[in-house]
C-alpha cells in the first residue's frame, strides 16, 4: 500500500461517498429535472447534489480552505492559499444520454500550484489520483505514459474541432478528465483542448506530469478559457507539430 498525504486521503473518502448519489442516478436520466446552462453543457440535480456533499466532505476537516467549483464558482474561506478544485460530474452530457464515461473531479491548488488531483470513474471503479513528486495512481498500480513514438501508431483524444486534424487517429470521448487520465495511464497517448475550464484539467494535468507525461500552454490562472496539450514525452514534439494551427 502506497503512502498518501491526509489531503489526498480526505479527496479519496469524498469522492467515494459523492459516487453513491451518481451511481444511484445513473440509467435514470430522463428523470433527472436539467436545464441547459450552454451548447452541450447541462446541469443536473444530480451534478449539484455531488457538488454539495464534495464540498461539505472536504470541509468537514480543512474548514478554512477556499473552493472553486463549476457549478457555484468561487468560495472565499480565511485560507485562500489552498484552493479544492471541483468538477463534481466531468462528462455531463454524457451521463444524460446514459453513456457509462464519466469521472468525478477533485484537486487541490497550493498557493498557485496543484498538489493532488483525483479522477474518479465510479461507473467502472478506477480511482486516478496524483501528488506533486509522488507519481500517479490508478487504484493502488503505479502509472506511466505510453512510449510509442510513431504518430501513426498514436491515439489522441480533443474536442469536436479536433477531429479535423485527419492526419492523426482521433477519439472524442466527452470527458476531457478521464481523456487526461487515459494519457497517464498509456491508453491515450496525447490529448488536446481549447477553451477549457481549470476544473476540468487540474487533475488530469498533475496525473500527466506525475506519469511522466509533458503538459504545454496550460495556465493555470485563467480558470475559464485554458489551452492544453498533453502527451507523453516521446511523442510531444510530433503532436506539437501537427497542432500549429489548432
Known sequence: MISISSNLNIMIKAAEKASKSVIRDFGE????????????????KT????EKILIEELSKTKKNYS????????????????????DPIDGTTNFLHGIPHFAICIALESKK????????????DEMFYAE????????????????????DECLFSSNHEGVKFSNLNMRYSGC?????????SGRLDGFFHNKINIW????????????GGI????????????DIRASSGAINDKMLENLKNF
Open 67 to 86: 473552493f472553486l467549483s463549476e457549478e457555484v464558482g468561487s468560495i472565499e474561506n480565511k485560507d485562500k492559499d489552498n484552493i479544492w478544485i471541483i
Open 176 to 184: 476531457a478528465a478521464l481523456d487526461l487520465a487515459y494519457v497517464a
Open 47 to 50: 451534478d449539484k447534489h455531488v
Open 113 to 124: 500550484e496543484i498538489i493532488s488531483g483525483l479522477i474518479y470513474d465510479p461507473i467502472k
Open 200 to 211: 476540468d484539467v487540474a487533475a488530469g494535468a498533475l496525473l500527466v506530469e506525475e506519469a
Open 215 to 226: 503538459v504545454n500552454d496550460l495556465d493555470k490562472f485563467d480558470h475559464n478559457n485554458i
Open 132 to 151: 506533486k513528486n509522488k507519481g500517479a495512481y490508478l487504484n493502488n498500480q503505479r502509472l506511466r505514459v505510453s512510449n510509442k513514438n510513431l504518430i
Open 29 to 44: 436520466v430522463e428523470k433527472l429535472q436539467v436545464s441547459k446552462k450552454g451548447p452541450r453543457d447541462f446541469v443536473t
